[in-house]
């Protein structure tokens, strides 16, 4: 069964840096786009960044110059690097994974799912 973990969160200063990691385990037979959205208490989840299996990245205006996205196909594992930190960033982080199918019969009968992961606690104060 195909799980996502994600890494790295905690506590940054204004102008900080962080790197989350996620790693994709389990049996994949399909693994298509993959992102990083966030969710702020009292708020809605949001669109951070996302990137495709061709490495085709994209952007959520309020992260654009300050977050990069990236993949290792090998490691089967997604970053997102986070910098020039502001407090408006605190959220939780969580990474999702499109197009996934975790078993052969699975990718033959295109059966595709979207999966999350548990999520990981960012929190940007001074």
């Known amino acids: 069964q195909v799980q996502l973990v994600e890494s790295g969160g905690g506590l940054a200063q204004p102008g900080g840096s962080l790197r989350l990691s996620c790693a994709v385990s389990?049996?994949?037979?399909?693994?298509?786009?993959m992102g990083w959205y966030r969710q702020a208490p009292g708020k809605q989840r949001e669109l951070a960044a996302t990137?495709?299996?061709?490495?085709?990245?994209t952007y959520a205006d309020n992260v654009k110059g300050r977050f990069t996205i990236s993949r290792d196909g090998a490691k089967n594992t997604v970053y997102l690097q986070m910098n020039s930190l502001r407090p408006e960033d605190t959220a939780v982080y969580y990474c999702?994974?499109?197009?996934?199918?975790?078993?052969?019969?699975?990718?033959?009968?295109?059966?595709?799912?979207?999966?999350w992961g548990q999520g990981t606690l960012v929190t940007v104060s001074s």
């Open positions: 999702k994974a499109e197009n996934v199918a975790s078993s052969i019969l699975d990718f033959v009968k295109r059966r595709y799912l979207e999966l």
């Open positions: 389990g049996s994949i037979f399909r693994l298509d786009a």
């Open positions: 990137v495709t299996s061709g490495g085709t990245t």
